[in-house]
């Protein structure tokens, strides 16, 4: 029973064990070109028997010479091919420095094979300087920028976005957009200004987005714009120019007031006034000078917000700065939670009357329900966060609580919020106040970034 013969198998590569089919091809026609003399040969030594022997020695001689040739021109023909073939395959691999020499017949293919290994290098050093100049400008941005897959997974986010999610890279990568929240924004139309909560950060935000393809595949472009922090910065100039107004009136009506006040309080001494009409005189304008100089107390109360200099930053113990605050208000015991050691890198002046204006207001709201008043720290991977929490009746619902001038208390300035608003955002932290969940009262929430070489918490 015969075998069946083996299926044929595709050429080898130059160098393997089995003769490709084109050296076989080069091969086989130098020894065609060679058999005709072979056979010329052969047969004129044929017709003379004494020198049959010897002819026989020269066609052996001549044939192995032959064979010989027919190998060093096949070796010729084919170097410079695998010599081509390695270039080709140095750049199917992604290596673009090696290149080839120039010589023989194959001068111009060697030449555009260098030239399209150049062109290929370029290219990729252009593209590696592109790529590192998105991400230099992708970190720059103050936008989140979020690139999501074909299956709505996260593939690309750049600082900003990290903080705004508070996780870090590795806990993002991957994950859905429903799982981090995000999925509604997508939905939304594109250029649309909504009110959201994320991890590290509420307010208002306009939300972009964008179909984008890569390899073929689908994605889409995410760019989140804390459009809210741009216009409290703006809110903030329009009330320092008004503030500079008022004060220049004001005091320019204040300053002939308390004059007068002085010079009636003056005559008020003298005879022969009545007694009963001196005392209510004398009252009257006792009462013009306590509100005269009110209403100079109560307006350099607010040119706090205008005059706040830039912050000082210097190493401050936070648990230290914490255990002063909490013992400046006596009207209220303030409970200080114990935290981790932790140095951050602060004006301590600013910050304490920020804190001051913070537990203020909780021991303000609770008083009536005689509520404890706690104070608290923690660390997270990227900042420091202070927490001040009241057992009062909560935070009224508005949004204007960070608002300079407004006010839900009798006689409030309406400053505190918005100084430490100001001052959280000068050390590059912001502020906020929200509704406990745990209990009646509230929460206010400051926080910093964390210094670069801070150690982990215990």
């Given at each position: 029973m015969a075998t069946p013969e083996p299926s044929p198998t595709p050429s080898a590569r130059p160098g393997s064990a089995r003769l490709p089919a084109y050296e076989r091809r080069i091969l086989d026609g130098s020894a065609v070109i060679a058999a005709p003399g072979l056979i010329v040969a052969a047969l004129l030594l044929s017709g003379h028997a004494a020198v049959h022997a010897i002819g026989i020695w020269l066609v052996l001689a001549a044939s192995v010479a032959t064979a010989l040739l027919i190998r060093w021109q096949c070796r010729r023909l084919v170097y410079p091919l695998h010599t081509l073939s390695s270039l080709l395959d140095a750049l199917r691999l992604g290596d673009y420095s090696l290149r080839g020499t120039a010589g023989g017949a194959l001068d111009d293919l060697v030449y555009d094979i260098n030239a399209l290994a150049e062109r290929l290098q370029q290219e990729r050093l252009q593209f590696e300087e592109s790529s590192y100049l998105l991400g230099k400008t992708l970190a720059a941005l103050d936008n989140a920028v979020l690139v999501f897959d074909q299956d709505a997974r996260l593939r690309l986010l750049n600082p900003a976005a990290q903080r705004l999610l508070q996780a870090e890279r590795h806990q993002l990568f991957g994950r859905l957009a429903h799982d981090l929240g995000l999925q509604p924004l997508l939905d939304l139309s594109s250029g649309q200004l909504v009110n959201h909560r994320f991890s590290g950060r509420s307010g208002r935000f306009e939300i972009r987005h964008a179909p984008l393809r890569t390899d073929g595949r689908s994605g889409r472009l995410l760019v989140?714009?804390?459009?809210?922090?741009?216009?409290?910065?703006?809110?903030?100039?329009?009330?320092?120019?008004?503030?500079?107004?008022?004060?220049?009136?004001?005091?320019?009506?204040?300053?002939?007031?308390?004059?007068?006040?002085?010079?009636?309080?003056?005559?008020?001494?003298?005879?022969p006034l009545p007694e009963d009409w001196r005392e209510d005189f004398r009252g009257g304008l006792e009462l013009i000078g306590h509100r005269a100089g009110a209403l100079s107390r109560f307006l350099a109360s607010y040119s706090q917000l205008t005059r706040l200099p830039p912050p000082r930053p210097a190493a401050v113990a936070l648990p230290a700065l914490l255990d002063k605050v909490a013992r400046l208000d006596a009207r209220r015991p303030v409970q200080l939670a114990p935290g981790p050691t932790v140095t951050v890198n602060v004006d301590a002046d600013q910050l304490e009357q920020a804190l001051i204006n913070l537990v203020r207001n909780a021991v303000e709201a609770s008083l009536p329900v005689e509520g404890e008043v706690l104070l608290r720290w923690r660390v997270e991977p990227d900042r420091v966060v202070i927490e001040v929490l009241d057992e009062g009746e909560g935070p009224p619902v508005s949004d204007n609580l960070f608002v300079p001038f407004f006010t839900t208390k009798p006689g409030g300035s309406g400053i505190g919020l918005a100084l430490a608003r100001q001052v959280a955002e000068a050390h590059e932290g912001g502020v906020s106040l929200l509704a406990r969940t745990d209990t009646p009262g509230a929460v206010a929430t400051l926080w910093l970034p964390r210094p670069p070489a801070q150690p982990e918490p215990p």
């Amino acid at each position: 029973m015969a075998t069946p013969e083996p299926s044929p198998t595709p050429s080898a590569r130059p160098g393997s064990a089995r003769l490709p089919a084109y050296e076989r091809r080069i091969l086989d026609g130098s020894a065609v070109i060679a058999a005709p003399g072979l056979i010329v040969a052969a047969l004129l030594l044929s017709g003379h028997a004494a020198v049959h022997a010897i002819g026989i020695w020269l066609v052996l001689a001549a044939s192995v010479a032959t064979a010989l040739l027919i190998r060093w021109q096949c070796r010729r023909l084919v170097y410079p091919l695998h010599t081509l073939s390695s270039l080709l395959d140095a750049l199917r691999l992604g290596d673009y420095s090696l290149r080839g020499t120039a010589g023989g017949a194959l001068d111009d293919l060697v030449y555009d094979i260098n030239a399209l290994a150049e062109r290929l290098q370029q290219e990729r050093l252009q593209f590696e300087e592109s790529s590192y100049l998105l991400g230099k400008t992708l970190a720059a941005l103050d936008n989140a920028v979020l690139v999501f897959d074909q299956d709505a997974r996260l593939r690309l986010l750049n600082p900003a976005a990290q903080r705004l999610l508070q996780a870090e890279r590795h806990q993002l990568f991957g994950r859905l957009a429903h799982d981090l929240g995000l999925q509604p924004l997508l939905d939304l139309s594109s250029g649309q200004l909504v009110n959201h909560r994320f991890s590290g950060r509420s307010g208002r935000f306009e939300i972009r987005h964008a179909p984008l393809r890569t390899d073929g595949r689908s994605g889409r472009l995410l760019v989140i714009n804390d459009v809210g922090r741009v216009l409290r910065e703006e809110e903030r100039q329009a009330w320092q120019r008004l503030l500079r107004v008022l004060g220049h009136e004001v005091n320019n009506s204040l300053a002939p007031i308390q004059s007068m006040a002085g010079t009636l309080a003056s005559l008020a001494l003298r005879e022969p006034l009545p007694e009963d009409w001196r005392e209510d005189f004398r009252g009257g304008l006792e009462l013009i000078g306590h509100r005269a100089g009110a209403l100079s107390r109560f307006l350099a109360s607010y040119s706090q917000l205008t005059r706040l200099p830039p912050p000082r930053p210097a190493a401050v113990a936070l648990p230290a700065l914490l255990d002063k605050v909490a013992r400046l208000d006596a009207r209220r015991p303030v409970q200080l939670a114990p935290g981790p050691t932790v140095t951050v890198n602060v004006d301590a002046d600013q910050l304490e009357q920020a804190l001051i204006n913070l537990v203020r207001n909780a021991v303000e709201a609770s008083l009536p329900v005689e509520g404890e008043v706690l104070l608290r720290w923690r660390v997270e991977p990227d900042r420091v966060v202070i927490e001040v929490l009241d057992e009062g009746e909560g935070p009224p619902v508005s949004d204007n609580l960070f608002v300079p001038f407004f006010t839900t208390k009798p006689g409030g300035s309406g400053i505190g919020l918005a100084l430490a608003r100001q001052v959280a955002e000068a050390h590059e932290g912001g502020v906020s106040l929200l509704a406990r969940t745990d209990t009646p009262g509230a929460v206010a929430t400051l926080w910093l970034p964390r210094p670069p070489a801070q150690p982990e918490p215990p």
